[in-house]
């Protein structure tokens, strides 16, 4: 069955980076679309960056742009999330998602479990 499971996550100071992984399993990953969705304490889930099959990315929340870098690996099968200048809006529970094409559309159709970020002094 599909599995996306995350890595990564943990406490950082403001300004520091932290580099979150996925990796999947159970579907042909480069088939599709993956990328980042979060959610902050007591908010609903946003999309962060998507990145396409090929590996174009598109940004979906405007403040991570510039310090947020997707990549993915299709040999191995995973897709990571390097995050710098850390901000303590960042904060949140970080998913692993699919899109259900080979572009990104912002829809998502598979989840991992999450992982935490926390930004804080």
């Known amino acids: ?42 908010k609903d889930r946003e999309g962060v960056v998507c990145i396409s099959s090929s590996g174009v990315p598109t940004y979906y929340t405007n403040s991570v742009k510039g310090r947020f870098t997707t990549s993915r690996d299709n040999y191995e099968n995973t897709v990571t999330l390097e995050m710098s200048n850390l901000k303590p809006e960042d904060s949140g529970i970080y998913y692993c998602a699919t899109e259900p094409t080979d572009s990104c559309s912002g829809v998502n159709d598979y989840w991992g479990q999450g992982t935490q970020v926390t930004v804080s002094s």
């Open 1 to 42: 069955q599909v599995q996306l499971v995350e890595s990564g996550g943990g406490l950082v100071q403001p300004g520091g980076s932290l580099r979150l992984s996925c990796e999947a399993s159970g579907f042909t990953f480069d088939f599709f679309a993956a990328g980042w969705v979060r959610q902050a304490p007591g």
